[in-house]
């Protein structure tokens, strides 16, 4: 295939690229963050969903649980309430405190330990997949109850289909999926408010009745199984309703795509969520208890539920179709909640290197692509593994999302009383925090018990798996870091030559061209090597760097030009020591998410300008080259000096020993 022919089939590809996720954003506009970000109705829609979506299933858990002591049912709807409101005030707090985002990862990683981040990072991770993988599922059951039995078949490969259109939307961005996805999340709240309230107002005279069945009741098992069975049943169907607190952590996590005052903005945004979960989960278990709700083979309580509130409206199956429809429709919203959060969850953590650090990075469209495209890949494989079993992917959910919980609300536990002289209120707050720790391990420990067998070991190993991985890597990493500080050591002993030399660069003289990331041991090491190999051959020296925006940077326009003050800081470094040793020298920059791209558009603009220069990039290699280091070293010069060589411009890889 010629140049032309490669060409061609590069612009096509690109063209249809373009197509499915759209054009490439400016990060340079000035209002980037202001157009990207979330006002707290947005929030509420595109994170709180996921917390709404779990009344579809938790309250169901827990009622299912109590078997036949529904009239304990009433009292588990307070329960669910007060838990939520608990839970959500904590996690506001969390916001307060550490509002660059990150949610429990950071909490941890900051309060507690390193050891201690990672856990609730992989716990976190795994956890966002199931939250695609359940709720998709559930979505699917929803939807697939209305159509005839022999529809079942194609489940799976609907739930398949649903995961690669949030794949694609959340591509181009999340502020574009999350519009797409709002009229469902409206139509679902109003739905669910008419439902809750005409069910409670309407039946309010049973409310006599069920105090009577409640001392009836409580009376014959106080004779037979005692206080302690009655409390041993009470706190099982609570912990397995722990589903309906699933999403409430997303909003912490979230924090940084969120509207300016940030902190104001996910504050709200948690209540918007508080409020509308505890009304809706608390609100569903009492009309269970109020209308007797007995589950029926094939159907959901809450389509049940519908059935009996809307059973004398006009247009009763209208009005049924559409409350059981959106209820399945905003588990599609919900699933947006592992798109959002999941990526920036592996991003925080491959900016510590616990992950490859290609997760941190940005795609053109400014979204988190290499993490989106993980976590749709994983929720594929989950999808397939439980063949869409939701009492299979329910049983391995609750577990991850509690152990996060618990070590959040010992962290901010341990945070606040470590700030206790800089807060009068310290004694209140670290009150709440041990409440909901006590409340999140409780639910976390009974979980685990009931749930182990079933399948419940599975995600523990997963988790654990991850873990291990994580490990590995950030001991790879750190060796590779090691060994180019010793290389720093060493090169940075090099006293700055005594010529100084101040003359502009020649056009005509041959030039070498320099893509350095930042002023170190690696940068030092190819120009060193350079003098080397073509001693006094080369005339003019010209550094380029890339201020290369990935989720650490992109936060804020004070945060991209701290980024593109300290790229040109080091480039100043490496163009004073060359002129001192009497060689002209001088820098380019650049901000841009896609190196290559941007790297390779400025040597080819250099190239035009400097018709005798020669590009020249440095590689790590390793003595014995391992499958892992692909995935953890960028191929960036590689990819480069491919490029170049395609347009005719000599490109030169120079190794860098580790």
């Known amino acids: 295939m010629n140049t032309l022919d490669s060409r061609h089939e590069k612009n096509i590809r690109h063209r249809l690229w373009q197509k499915l996720v759209g054009k490439p954003r400016n990060i340079n506009e000035p209002s980037i963050f202001h157009k990207l970000s979330l006002i707290p109705l947005l929030a509420w829609i595109g994170l709180g969903a996921d917390g709404l979506s779990s009344s579809s299933y938790g309250p169901e858990e827990a009622y299912k649980a109590l078997g036949a002591h529904t009239y304990i049912a009433v009292f588990i709807g307070l329960a669910t309430a007060f838990t939520v409101f608990i839970i959500a005030y904590t996690y506001s707090r969390i916001i307060e405190h550490f509002p660059q985002g990150g949610g429990g990862y950071i909490v941890s990683t900051k309060t507690i330990s390193n050891s201690a981040g990672v856990i609730s990072g992989c716990a976190l991770i795994v956890d ?88 009836g009741s409580l009376r014959q098992d106080i004779g037979t199984i005692g206080f302690i069975g009655i409390l041993a049943i009470f706190l099982r169907a609570f912990s397995l309703g722990g589903g309906t ?88 919203v919900a699933a947006q909640a592992g798109f959002v959060d999941g990526p920036r969850v592996m991003a925080n953590m491959a900016t510590d290197f616990w992950l490859p650090r290609r ?81 999140c391990i409780i639910i976390l420990f009974v979980t685990i018990y009931e749930k182990f067998g079933e399948g419940g070991w599975i995600t523990l190993i997963i988790t654990s798996g991850l873990i291990a991985l994580c490990y590995l890597i950030k001991k790879h990493y ?33 030039t070498a061209i320099l893509l350095v990331s930042g002023f170190n041991g690696f940068g030092l090491h190819t120009w060193f090597s350079i003098n080397r190999k073509f001693p ?72 035009q300008e400097f018709p005798k220069s020669m590009v020249f990039t440095g590689k790590l290699i390793f003595r014995e080259e391992h499958f892992y280091q692909r995935a953890l070293h960028n191929e960036t010069a590689y990819a480069i000096q491919r490029r170049l060589q395609w347009d005719g411009i000599e490109s030169v890889i120079m190794p860098i020993r580790v």
């Open 128 to 215: 966002y997949v199931l939250t695609i993988t359940v709720s998709l599922v559930a979505c699917g059951d929803a939807i697939f109850s209305f159509l005839p039995i022999t529809f079942q078949n194609y489940k799976i490969i609907f739930v398949a289909f649903l995961i690669l259109m949030l794949v694609t939307m959340n591509l181009r961005g999340v502020k574009e999926s999350i519009i797409v996805l709002a009229p469902i999340f409206i139509v679902f709240v109003l739905t669910h408010v008419l439902l809750i309230t005409y069910g409670i107002a309407h039946h309010a005279d049973r409310f006599g009745w069920v105090v009577n069945q409640f001392h």
């Open 245 to 332: 607190y699933t999403g409430i952590e997303a909003v912490s996590n979230g924090i940084q795509i969120m509207r300016e005052p940030r902190v104001q903005t996910g504050k709200r945004t948690m209540l918007y969520m508080a409020v509308s979960l505890a009304f809706t989960a608390g609100g569903l278990l009492i009309c269970y208890a109020l209308l007797q709700i007995n589950p029926q083979e094939g159907k959901t309580l809450n389509s049940i539920l519908a059935d009996e509130v809307f059973r004398n409206w006009p247009l009763s199956g209208g009005i049924v179709l559409i409350t059981v429809f959106s209820e399945g429709a905003l588990l599609l």
């Open 359 to 439: 997760f941190a990075m940005l795609s053109e469209r400014l979204t988190m692509q290499n993490g989106i495209l993980l976590m749709g890949a994983a929720a594929m494989m989950l999808l397939f593994y439980t063949h869409g079993s939701i009492s299979a992917l329910i049983v391995m959910y609750s577990i991850n999302v509690f152990l996060t919980f618990s070590l959040s609300e010992f962290g901010m536990t341990l945070f606040s009383f470590r700030k206790r002289n800089q807060d009068e209120k310290w004694k209140r707050h670290i009150f709440i925090h041990v409440v909901a720790f006590i409340l």
């Open 478 to 510: 750190l060796y590779v870091r090691g060994k180019a500080l010793k290389l720093e050591d060493i090169l940075q002993k090099v006293h700055p030559g005594k010529k100084f030399n101040n003359d502009p660069l020649n056009p005509k003289d041959p």
């Open 536 to 607: 006094h051959f080369y005339k003019n020296f010209i550094f380029i760097s890339i201020a290369e925006v990935d989720q650490a940077s992109f936060k804020g326009s004070a945060e991209m030009e701290e980024l593109r003050i300290s790229v040109e800081n080091g480039l100043k470094k490496y163009v004073d020591l060359v002129r001192s040793f009497g060689v002209p020298a001088d820098y380019r920059m650049d901000a841009g998410t896609d190196v290559i791209e941007t790297a390779t558009q400025m040597c080819q603009s250099l190239a």
